[in-house]
Each structure stands twice: as C-alpha cells, then as structure tokens.
C-alpha cells in the first residue's frame, strides 16, 4: 500500500512538471510568434545588390575608387535638391544669402549625430570644409570650391560660408554628392588631408559601412543615430560582380534582389528581363548626355573642318537605336531644355557621309591611291578612343564609330581602360578623344561650363585651341558670378551656342537610369539626383 501511494505521487508530480512545461513554452510562443502567425516580423528585412567595381574606402572628399551612390548612403549635405530644381533644408535648417552674393549664413540641426554617437556641430562643419580647401585645386572642377575662401564659426550650430567673389550656384553644388559632405572627427586622419585617406567612413546619414571587403563586397547597416526618418530596410549587401553576364545570371538565379545604375547590365539584357513577367522593371527619363570629346591638343583636332566631318560622318541614329534598343535617345545638344538657363533648341549634326568626305578634302586630308586611310604630309588621319572596359556600351559605341569613320578614310584605334587610368588620362589631356558624360542636376549648366573653362578636368584642355577661347572663358566667368537673371540668362545663350557651334563635344545619347528587381521588393523608385542611392524607400512586400 505505502508503495502504492508512493508510485501515485510521483506520478502526481510528473503530471504538474509537464503542465508546467508546456505552460512555459505556450508562453514562449506568444512572446515571439511564429513565421505563419507574423511572417513580416520574423522576415529579413535586407536585400542584396550588386555593383561593377569595388566601392573603394567611401571617403566623402575623394574621387574614384570611391562610389559616389556608396558615399551618399553615408554622408549628407547641408542642404538638399529637391523636385523641379527647388534646395531644401537639410542638415542645414535655413541660410541668408548677403546683398553682394558673397556670404552664406546657415543655421544647422541641433539634433543630429553622427553614427559613432559624437555631435554634428557648426565646428565639425568648419574642420571638413577645412579638409576640402586643403585641396582646393583638384575640387576646383565644383566652382564653389575654387571660390570658397574660409568659413566662419559664429556660434555652436551657426557657419558663415565666405566666397571670395560672388557664384550664384552656391546652393546647388553644397546639395551634391562630393566632395561638400560631412565626416565625424573619428575618421579624420593625421594632418587632416582627408583627401589622400580617411580612418573610418563615419557620417551622420540614414546607412553605416559595417563590413567590408576590398572587390568582393560591403555591408551597409542601418545607422541607429540617425536623426531623419529610417529606412525600411536593416541591412543591404553590396556584392562586386564586374562582368555584367555574369550579374544577369546570379540575378535570374534569385542570388540578387535589384540591379541598378547606368552601365549595370547591357541594354539588351535589360529589354530581355523587361518582357520577363518574373521580374519588374523601369526606365528613368533622361538625366545627362552620353558625349564623345575631341581634344583640340591634338594639332588635326584643332582643324574645326575636320571635327565637323567626324560630327556628320556616323548615322547616330542607327547607332543608339542598335546599341541602346531605343532606351536612350539620340543626342542632338549637351544639355536639353529641361535644365535652368537652356532656352535653345539646336538641330544638330546630320549623318551626311559626303559632307564629311567633303570637309576632310578641304582640310587636305586625301585618301590614297591605293585606299584605306587618309593622308596629308605623309602622316595618317589616325585617332585613338578611350573607353572604360567595364561600360559595354561605351565599347559598343567605339566599334560602331571605328567602323563607319573607316569607311571616310579615318583610322580610330580603341584603348581600353580602367576607370582609374582613363580619368587620370583625361585630366591630364592625354588623350585624342575620350567618352564623356555631363552631370545632370544639381551639377548643370554651371558645372559643364565652368569644366570648359577651368582647367585640370580634361574638358577645358579639350578646348584649348578653339577660336575665341579667351573670350568664352570670359563669358563663363561672368555667367557664375552674374546676379542679375536677365543678364545670366543672354550670357549663358552665348556660351551654349558657342560651345555647340566648336564642335569639340559631340553629343550622342540622352542617358537614363535603369532598374531591374525581384517581385519582392516594392516602392524602388529613382533619386531627384542622378547620383544618389535609391534604398530609404525600399521596403520588402
């Protein structure tokens, strides 16, 4: 009997012990619910992207290697181009502009720090831009840099920008990407030359640099700091994939949820992926001109008859159509109406193969006996073209170009390059022609005709032996500095026709953005500026 009772107690207490048990984990479901009852809570929220080439060390004061989409993830400006050209408050709150155009006064956020968790003061802003005047000359392509002459401190959240004349686009080049961005004191190097390094990319926008591996990938992360309003998504992988078949197929495979970016992928492959009802697709409108510059250096080049019959010597039209499946539009001006002060319309350079012929027989460039390439002094009619061997369209644009100006008598030698090469190159004017891209907004018209006057950028040399040189460098000068509208708008009529009329950029495509993406996300949508990120807006369906 004692046993009895015994055996019947303990199974009395294993009884309460499993109730017990199951209590717990009753309670342990309903403090973390599963997958089926709230999948959206338990789901990832992060995608993975990929990019042609390694993203470099995002510092927001140099140049390539650095990304210019990477370094707007982690950096932010004063203020912001907003819709319809309009600049909005952004780190900045408000600014006074003084009479005479030459002081800027703007009152920062009280409430933003950067991701190490250090304030965003007026004191940071005085020791980045600082940073940037340290090397004013290789900034100087931005008129607002060759212009600045110091900032002021007037109190903890107050700056007073000082130009040493008057640059009416002020404004708009603090909105742009680089190099008016701001750095925490953290990843400042020694001596403060944050152009030649940085010691961590620490900035106070929406994303942070947590991983990163030189040409394989880096891993964003959203900022916990972040003053502004945070991005849907937590985390974002950027994998480097430089061939562009190669990121269609990890893309198809489901191993890449967007591709983006001028250049990502062939445009034959995106109009493939557009009839493919699996995946989403759009097209942006246009956002700067694809050009090709000839360097007037280049003593032939410097014969305007000869630039003209290179100009009418190609079927555009046929070309952009084959190359770019009617994505992008052939290009008959630099910059079309859509930009602030462009009030032309020119008809551009028609495809007229005798006309070309006839302007290279007047410039005494005659096709030999024999055939084949033109000659005049015993030296050939021969060109070399840089493109970067990662833009397939640039390479097919080069073939297509070397091809028909063949069958006029001119020789046209393609040289790939690296990124890094070709705009070393460039800057230095060492090149004959070389494939080029305006900026779009915020950038134009004031940048485009500041590069053709300010030297150091590759397209001021391109136009050192044009007539009139002096006088349009003159022109362009007053335009920046002008503060009367009127006057601005006759003097930048001038300048655009000018520049039209030299035949030294030839315009061939309006360029626009492209996005390919999984089902899965929603609300991908293309930044106000070209160069921006599209991820804040992203958010998983």
Same mark, same amino acid.
């Given at each position: ?138 900034? *100087?392509?931005? /008129? #607002? ?9 007037? %109190? &903890? @959240?107050? +700056? ?39 010691? *961590?990319?620490? /900035? #106070? ?9 030189? %040409? &394989? @990938?880096? +891993? ?42 001028? /250049? ?278």
């Amino acid at each position: 009997m004692r046993k009895r009772k015994m055996f019947q107690g303990i199974l009395v207490m294993l009884f309460m012990l499993l109730l017990a048990v199951t209590a717990a984990c009753s309670k342990k479901e309903e403090a973390a619910p599963s997958a089926s009852a709230n999948g959206e809570q338990e789901r990832a929220k992060e995608i993975t992207v990929s990019w042609m080439r390694d993203l470099g060390p995002s510092n927001p004061h140099a140049y390539y290697p650095s990304q210019l989409f990477s370094q707007s993830m982690i950096y932010e400006p004063l203020v912001e181009y907003g819709e319809g050209g309009k600049i909005k408050p952004h780190l900045a709150t408000s600014w006074e502009i003084s009479e005479d155009g030459k002081e800027y006064t703007f009152h920062l956020r009280e409430d933003v720090q950067y991701s190490d968790g250090t304030p965003f003061n007026a004191a940071s802003v005085k020791r980045n831009i600082d940073a940037i005047l340290q090397n004013k000359t290789t900034h *100087s392509w931005l /008129g #607002t840099a060759k212009l600045l002459d110091h900032l002021e401190l007037v %109190d &903890e @959240y107050t +700056v007073k920008l000082v130009m040493s004349e008057p640059y009416y686009p002020v404004l708009q080049d603090l909105t742009t990407v680089r190099p008016f961005r701001f750095l925490a004191d953290a990843g400042f190097p020694e001596g403060d030359n944050t152009l030649e390094s940085i010691q *961590s990319p620490i /900035g #106070t926008g929406p994303w942070m640099l947590e991983e990163y591996k030189q %040409d &394989e @990938y880096s +891993v964003f992360v959203k900022n916990p700091n972040y003053w502004g309003e945070q991005p849907e998504l937590d985390k974002i992988t950027v994998r480097i994939i430089p061939d562009a078949e190669t990121r269609v197929l990890a893309f198809e495979k489901g191993d890449l949820d967007l591709i983006f970016g001028e /250049g990502s992928i062939s445009l034959d492959e995106f109009t493939r992926l557009q009839k493919n009802d699996a995946f989403e697709t759009e097209v942006s409108g246009p956002l700067g001109t694809r050009n090709l510059i000839l360097n007037t250096q280049n003593e032939k080049l410097t014969d305007m008859r000869v630039r003209l019959a290179l100009h009418h010597g190609f079927d555009k039209a046929a070309m952009v159509k084959g190359i770019t499946s009617d994505v992008e539009q052939p290009a008959t001006q630099m910059l079309t109406t859509d930009y602030p002060y462009v009030s032309q319309t020119f008809p551009g350079f028609a495809y007229d193969a005798s006309k070309a012929a006839a302007y290279l027989d007047e410039a005494g460039w005659k096709v030999p006996a024999s055939g084949g390439t033109r000659e005049k002094d015993g030296e050939k009619l021969s060109f070399e073209l840089m493109y970067d061997t990662t833009d397939r369209i640039q390479k097919a644009m080069g073939e297509t170009l070397q091809a028909e100006w063949a069958g006029l008598g001119v020789e046209l030698q393609l040289t790939g390059l690296e990124l890094t090469e070709q705009t070393k190159r460039f800057r230095e004017g060492d090149y004959d022609m070389n494939f080029w891209f305006n900026s779009g907004v915020p950038y134009d018209p004031h940048t485009l005709v500041n590069a053709v006057a300010e030297p150091t950028f590759g397209v001021a040399e391109a136009h050192l032996n044009i007539e009139g040189k002096a006088e349009l460098d003159e022109q362009i000068r007053q335009v920046l500095a002008s503060v009367d509208e009127k006057q601005r708008q006759e003097l930048y009529d001038q300048i655009l026709r000018k520049v039209q009329e030299e035949s030294v950029i030839i315009p061939l495509s309006y360029i626009r953005q492209y996005n390919v993406y999984q089902k899965t996300l929603d609300n991908v949508s293309f930044p106000e500026s070209r160069w921006d990120h599209p991820f804040n807006s992203i958010h998983l369906k």
